[in-house]
């Protein structure tokens, strides 16, 4: 078990302990800032579970559930609980799946339904007088397949959770999971009853980023089994970043609500920082810091560094950040400021992307392309990018280095030609040699340096059945590439806001974009490069953190630096947000930034690259987060 457990007990840990081991079960809330140790109390509160109820548990097949934002969160969490097989960990959706999975019939009534409002959705869609031709062609061909579809769904043997859904082949995607079982949870009482019989206690992480309807369903049955049901959320507020994400999640009747003053990460210089980003929000003001034990055996607070430096935004970019980590590393005198282990914090990947060889891609992706495809550029989930993450670029490095075992696991996993009813009898080891031949061109077409495009592969792994490609990829397929002028152009596209539009433009892009560009992208999103997303740092923490701040080189329409730093003003559709009560990029973009800034273990520096250094130096002072005396400028490299 690592460290976590081993924690000294805060008042929080006391309460919570409460809550699991008295004989009437309490659900709760616990509510506190960054660093404040919500993940180490809810890994001790499952050790006390365990400690205390496992024979009990074991023997009535009953287990502890903790929710989790990511699979690694998810593999750290059960790592820190000692792999125990009384808790299962998991993200929401692959539990949400767990318990609906027996439930086949009624999935099938489900999904039938489902196809229906889609079916109706495309029936009654009203078109734009821009929108083109191929636009509704597309539509009519989807329209097709939904009724194909839905009068082949009794067929389906039996239904899988899977990347992307296709309902004839049985695949349910990440959002109909979400949305089958909390209208399950909803709709049917002894769902919910067998939640509670099967997990008495359900622990959810990060829960200000689960969504409303999740929550719902499970206050729902916490509310049908009180005194045998324990449902925690260990959340923050402030730490939201997806616009679906529930926020604030409030106690009911009964409930605990628990707090924890502390923080036990960052040093004072940036808790400080910390602490003042909130002072415009909820005002939460947190306290200790991180301490350090002196060859005395004495508990010392960490001093660490917060600096902030405005400098221009221009093509000297990577040149100035250069001089700052030389700067930074001259003052702390640490090498490591110059060239070691830090982390760079980049709110989207544009700067990752020049860097790492994926503009193109991050263009097609992101520049004036559906939210979902932006949001899903992010964790790499959205669809288009789904078969490359899940096949080929793993495929075509096993096959590139030689791992045959490896190739082997991955046919195994995604052809269809491999699928236990497609095998032939016999014949076999002419379908292998098939199937490595295919890899081998695969091979050839992703390998780094070459010229295929992405819709080159995509088209013969279809070809070549190496994977079942998703419907929607496949439907780009069939669609053809763009003639001149067929394309919608951008401000038609816009003009019309109109979705299938926006998406046929990002798509033809995409499908145009050089394949071997998505391996600068793996790395990016597998963290092997020192960029991190502001967003996907969820959780994680860092000794040296620098965090770059430049709506320039982002394209992202839920953020902007300009706007919290107050250089910019508030557009009219931010005031017209303000009217409604609903949230600007500026409360989005502030949160974003405490995220960002309570990852630092020790020095935190954020560089904001301005248009106008003078105007944007004076508005940095202007908000108090920094002592006036650690905001830099370009004069500080003099
Ligand atoms: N009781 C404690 N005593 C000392 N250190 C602690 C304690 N609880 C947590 N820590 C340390 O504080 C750091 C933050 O803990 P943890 O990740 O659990 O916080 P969190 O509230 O989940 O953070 P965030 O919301 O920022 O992701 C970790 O390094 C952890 O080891």
């Not at 397929?477 to 109109?498: K, R, Y």
């Not at 033809?508 to 071997?516: G, I, N, P, Q, V």
Request: glycine residues 6%; charged residues 30%; negative net charge.
């Amino acid at each position: 078990m690592s460290g976590r457990v081993g924690k000294p007990d805060t008042s929080a840990d006391i309460e919570l302990r409460e809550c699991v081991s008295s004989k009437l079960r309490r659900s709760f809330v616990m509510i506190a800032g960054a660093g404040s140790g919500k993940t180490t109390s809810l890994i001790k509160a499952i050790s006390a579970i365990i400690e205390l109820h496992g024979p009990d548990l074991r023997g009535r097949r009953q287990r502890v559930a903790c929710i989790t934002y990511t699979e690694i969160a998810a593999q750290e969490i059960w790592g820190d609980v000692g792999n125990s097989h009384i808790v299962h960990v998991s993200t929401i959706h692959s539990f949400m799946w767990m318990l609906v999975r027996p439930f086949q019939s009624d999935i099938r009534r489900w999904v039938s339904s489902r196809i229906q409002d889609k079916i109706r959705a495309l029936q009654e869609k009203v078109y734009g007088p821009r929108v083109h031709q191929r636009t509704k062609d597309k539509d009519q061909r989807d329209l097709a397949r939904l009724q194909e579809s839905l009068e082949n769904i009794d067929r389906v043997q039996s239904f899988k959770y899977g990347a992307g859904s296709d309902y004839t082949k049985g695949i349910l995607g990440h959002d109909d999971v979400l949305r089958c079982a909390t209208d399950f949870l909803d709709q049917r009482p002894l769902f919910r009853l067998l939640l509670a019989q099967q997990f008495p206690f359900v622990f959810v992480d990060e829960s200000q980023d689960t969504t409303d309807d999740v929550v719902a369903a499970l206050k729902a049955v916490a509310a049908e089994s009180q005194g045998k049901f324990c449902l925690g959320f260990f959340g923050d507020p402030m730490q939201q970043i997806y616009m679906t994400g529930a926020g604030r999640i409030e106690a009911e009747d009964g409930w605990l609500t628990i707090t924890k003053e502390e923080n036990f990460r960052c040093p004072t210089t940036v808790l400080a920082v910390a602490n003042a980003i909130r002072r415009d929000d909820d005002r939460l003001e947190q306290t200790r810091g991180r301490m350090s034990t002196t060859p005395e055996g004495d508990e010392i607070q960490v001093a660490g560094t917060a600096r902030m430096f405005v400098l221009p935004a221009d093509e000297r970019r990577d040149e100035n950040i250069a001089k700052v980590r030389a700067w930074v590393a001259n003052q702390n005198k640490d090498q490591a400021w110059r060239d070691g282990p830090i982390k760079y914090l980049v709110i989207v990947h544009r700067m990752a992307a020049r860097r790492l060889g994926f503009d193109d891609l991050y263009l097609a992706m992101n520049s004036k392309a559906p939210a979902a495809f932006k949001d899903g550029f992010l964790d790499a989930s959205s669809w288009p990018l789904r078969p490359f993450m899940a096949l080929a670029l793993p495929l075509a490095a096993a096959t590139i280095e030689g791992r045959e075992f490896d190739a082997m696991t991955l046919l195994r996993s995604f052809s269809p030609m491999l699928a236990r009813e497609n095998m032939p009898t016999n014949g076999i080891s002419s379908l292998l040699a098939d199937l490595r031949q295919a890899a081998a061109k695969l091979a050839e077409l992703m390998g780094p340096g070459t010229e295929a495009t992405t819709r080159e592969v995509l088209e013969h792994m279809r070809d070549s059945r190496l994977m079942a490609l998703d419907p929607r990829v496949e439907s780009f397929l069939d669609s053809g590439v763009p003639m001149p002028g067929q394309q919608d152009d951008e401000q038609s596209a816009q003009d019309d806001n109109e979705d299938a539009s926006i998406e046929m433009r990002a798509m033809d892009a995409f499908l145009a974009c050089k394949a071997s560009e998505l391996w600068g992208y793996r790395e990016y999103i597998e963290e092997l490069s020192p960029f991190s997303t502001q967003q996907g740092i969820k959780g994680a923490e860092f000794d040296r953190v620098l965090v770059i701040a430049d709506d320039a080189e982002s394209s992202h329409f839920q953020f902007s630096y300009d706007k919290y730093f107050g250089v910019k003003g508030l557009s009219p559709s931010d005031r017209k947000s303000l009217d409604e009560g609903a949230e600007t990029q500026v409360e989005r973009t502030r949160r974003l930034f405490y995220v960002c800034c309570t990852r630092a273990m020790k020095d935190l520096v954020v560089v904001y690259f301005a248009d106008d250094v003078e105007n944007a130096e004076q508005a940095v002072r202007a908000m108090r987060l920094f002592p006036d005396d650690e905001i830099f400028t370009e004069a500080a490299f003099d």
